[in-house]
């Protein structure tokens, strides 16, 4: 069974500040993709990046920027110099084929406050 | 323009009214599949399709229905809805293989009475 955590329920910060959204996922598969989306207060959800099991680098896109450790099944995203834009509940995921079919499973996500 | 589309957006009904809430996609997907969301639960899946005619159940398929008759479609059928069916629903969509990135529709509030 898959299964993927998002400790931090929800999350204040102060504008400007810089703040780690964690996710740790748990598969016996070795091939699996990890994505993060974001949701914005207005309801879509929006896809951010992606991350397949055999690459193990950090990316880094702006001021998003996201950590991918096997050793310790994790996958956190962390916001640099935050804004109040980025308010917004965000969502880590797991994708694997499974059996012939293609299993997603989200974490119950983390909603993260930017106070101006 | 790319999208998935649902309808309707909001629907408030009562107990044991059949409804069936509609999902469709216009960029040639294969793999389709509905969600629901809940405060504090996250996204479930409900159930997904890998292709027309291919449905599988998600991790909370009760009290729901599906049907992939073609494959730009994907409706999602409360035959008898309860009250613990009031959520928010996605339906998204991508093209087959678990490296894909998902699209959602913008959601359909349902609350039942």
């Known amino acids: 069974a898959q299964k993927v955590t998002q400790a931090q329920t929800e999350i204040s910060v102060v504008e400007k500040e810089d703040v780690t959204l964690d996710c740790v996922y748990e598969t016996r598969d070795t091939t699996y993709y990890l994505f993060w989306y974001k949701q914005p207060p207005s309801g879509e959800l929006v896809f951010l990046i992606r991350r397949n099991s055999f690459d193990e680098q950090n990316e880094i896109s702006g001021r998003y920027s996201w950590n991918f450790q096997k050793s310790t099944s994790s996958f956190n995203f962390t916001i640099t110099a935050s804004q109040v834009v980025d308010s917004a509940v965000y969502f880590c995921a797991l994708s694997l084929d499974y059996g012939g079919y293609q299993k997603v499973t989200f974490g119950t996500g983390t909603k993260l406050q930017v106070i101006p | 323009e790319a999208q998935v589309t649902q309808n309707p957006r909001y629907l408030i009904t009562v107990t044991g009214k059949k409804l069936t809430v509609t999902c469709s996609q216009n960029m040639n997907h294969e793999y389709m599949s509905w969600y629901r969301q809940d405060p504090g639960l996250g996204l479930r899946q409900i159930y997904y399709s890998m292709n027309v005619e291919v449905t599988d159940k998600g991790d909370v398929p009760e009290g729901y229905k599906v049907s992939r008759k073609e494959k730009r479609n994907f409706p999602l059928i409360l035959e008898s809805p309860s009250p613990n069916q009031t959520s928010l629903y996605f339906c998204?969509?991508?093209?087959?293989?678990?490296?894909?990135?998902?699209?959602f529709g913008p959601g359909t509030r349902l609350t039942v009475l």
């Open positions: 998204a969509s991508s093209p087959q293989g678990s490296y894909n990135e998902q699209f």
